[in-house]
T-cell receptor
Framework: RKEVEQDPGPFNVPEGATVAFNCTYS??????FFWYRQDCRKEPKLLMSVYSSGNEDGRFTAQLNRASQYISLLIRDSKLSDSATYLC?????????????FGTGTRLQVTL | NAGVTQTPKFQVLKTGQSMTLQCAQDMNHEYMSWYRQDPGMGLRLIHYSVGAGITDQGEVPNGYNVSRSTTEDFPLRLLSAAPSQTSVYFCASSSPGQGLNTEAFFGQGTRLTVV
């Protein structure tokens, strides 16, 4: 079983739609949680950190459920530019972005 | 700002050849890591370093060596290339103690093919 599991997709949605991605992690010692975005053949870039209380950044909302070891990402009002692969990432090192464990990613394609 | 710079961007090796993938960062980050990305596998940690002179193994270290003589540089050496090492390699750096807003910065990747 992978340490971080994601639905690989692809999710094909029309522009303006709301789409949600889910992720589960198996290491209960995980301390920090992130969503990274990776465009085709490019490097991953941080989209947002995920806080225990949930957090929002514009059209993006992330939630963390430590009891269920579950992380989610909600994208509202999807744009064509949101088309990318979204990586769920965790680490057992508190307060760091090192020794990261990645999910395989969920591919999003936003269409006209 | 250069950020994290990886060279080369592309490389083809013959089985048994050795080579070094270069990684340099100009952000004075203490932590540096190497990952490989394969289809269906996600990024996997090869080696990491928490500072100059300190390195440790990640999830998939076999066939790779690293050293960290300076804060800026973290080269990855393939000792005897094998077709199983065909992959995209990413170097990343980060700074400790940033709390929840910490971020790893990645280089643009090296696409390696071993034939």
């Amino acid at each position: 079983r992978k340490e971080v599991e994601q639905d690989p997709g692809p999710f094909n949605v029309p522009e303006g739609a709301t789409v949600a991605f889910n992720c589960t992690y198996s290491n209960s010692a995980s301390q920090s949680f992130f969503w990274y975005r990776q465009d085709c053949r490019k490097e991953p870039k941080l989209l947002m950190s995920v806080y225990s209380s949930g957090n929002e950044d514009g059209r993006f909302t992330a939630q963390l459920n430590r009891a269920s070891q579950y992380i989610s990402l909600l994208i509202r009002d999807s744009k064509l530019s949101d088309s990318a692969t979204y990586l769920c990432v965790v680490t057992a090192w508190p307060g760091t972005a090192s020794k990261l464990t990645f999910g395989t990613g969920t591919r999003l394609q936003v269409t006209l | 700002n250069a950020g994290v710079t990886q060279t080369p961007k592309f490389q083809v090796l013959k089985t048994g050849q050795s080579m070094t993938l270069q990684c340099a960062q100009d952000m004075n980050h203490e932590y540096m890591s190497w990952y490989r990305q394969d289809p269906g596998m996600g990024l996997r940690l090869i080696h990491y370093s928490v500072g100059a002179g300190i390195t440790d193994q990640g999830e998939v270290p076999n066939g790779y060596n690293v050293s960290r003589s300076t804060t800026e540089d973290f080269p990855l050496r393939l000792l005897s290339a094998a077709p199983s090492q065909t992959s995209v390699y990413f170097c990343a750096s980060s700074s400790p103690g940033q709390g929840l807003n910490t971020e790893a910065f990645f280089g643009q990747g090296t696409r390696l093919t071993v034939v």
